[in-house]
């Protein structure tokens, strides 16, 4: 069965469509807008009626193209952007209304167990003791911790993201010695009595790591992380994402996404595995059910 996950979040809307191929999710379409709800927001919080009407586009397009590709099921979760909007159900129904699926905006657990299964099942090996998987977005910063046998034991997120970090404390392009100390500051400021479980193992998921494995490769470790934080002073955001064939917008925010990618490296005491999956193969898998055995923790995509 092919599947179709939607994820609308802080920074992108993103839309994964899938199918199970042999014990693997095969991945048939990927496509991502950068809607960039969590810095549209007013002084109260909410999200302005031309953002919503811009996002509910966008996933109705990608509906649409899902669809043509031969989708039979669709599910599309909606997290901290909407989760936190005095709005955000009112948000919610009418990118429904306009999209013609669901949007579910999903509880800080749910996100994390969604999170948590992508990001295990697509490691593409067995893994034993605890593991915690690091989902930085765009205005929210979740660790889950658990077993890939028994499930999510606990999740933690704190509001603070990349996006949202971007927006208030960057200004120049590239960021300047005084912008990334000032960032480091308010970082220590949010986990500063942050006392947290120390797993076997870490896997770091989202825009910001993924986008890392393009400059530092797939294990983000101290000396990788400083490095890449050179790199995106180094020179401004068009000419790093023309180096790295990444977009400029997101590279304007990656240095926030890797300072606050070190601090939890730093509490967990392990450097951080950039996973393959994430909260949409997550969806994807629970849309599945019992088309694939989802307690095998050798699922990688293909």
């Known amino acids: 069965m092919l599947c179709a996950a939607i994820d609308i979040g802080s920074n992108t809307t993103r839309i994964l469509v899938a199918e199970p191929d042999e014990g693997k999710l095969k991945k048939v379409m990927e496509q991502r807008a950068y809607t960039r709800i969590g810095q549209s927001r007013l002084d109260d919080g909410s999200i302005p009626d031309e953002k919503i009407a811009e996002v509910a586009e966008v996933v109705e397009t990608q509906v649409r193209l899902a669809r043509e590709l031969g989708a039979e099921s669709f599910r599309a979760v909606a997290t901290a952007a909407l989760r936190d909007a005095p709005n955000g159900k009112e948000a919610a129904a009418e990118i429904e209304a306009v999209a013609g699926i669901p949007v579910h905006v999903v509880s800080e657990n749910e996100e994390g167990r969604l999170s948590f299964l992508g990001a295990t099942k697509a490691l593409g090996y067995r893994v034993d003791g605890r593991v915690a998987v690091v989902d930085v977005g765009g205005g929210s910063t979740e660790i889950i911790i658990g077993t ?67 400059i530092v490769g797939a294990r983000l470790e101290y000396e990788t992380l400083e490095r890449s934080i050179r790199v995106l002073c180094g020179d401004d955001a068009v000419e790093v994402g023309r180096q790295f064939e990444l977009d400029p917008i997101r590279v304007r925010m990656l240095p926030t996404g890797v300072l606050i990618l070190e601090k939890v490296s730093e509490l967990l005491g392990q450097d951080l595995q950039i996973g393959k999956g994430g909260i949409r193969e997550g969806i994807v898998l629970d849309m599945l059910n019992g088309g694939i055995d989802v307690s095998e923790p050798a699922l990688a995509p293909g």
Not at 152 to 162: A, C, F, I, N, T
Not at 163 to 178: N, T
Not at 187 to 200: W, Y
């Open 148 to 214: 890939v046998s028994g499930g999510v034991e606990q999740v933690r997120s704190w509001p603070v993201g990349s996006g949202q970090l971007a927006e208030d404390l960057i200004s120049s392009d590239p960021p300047s010695a005084s912008e990334v100390r000032r960032i480091r500051d308010r970082i220590d400021e949010v986990f500063s009595e942050v006392q947290i479980t120390q797993p076997e193992q870490a896997v770091a998921v989202g825009g910001s790591a993924t986008s890392l494995r393009k």
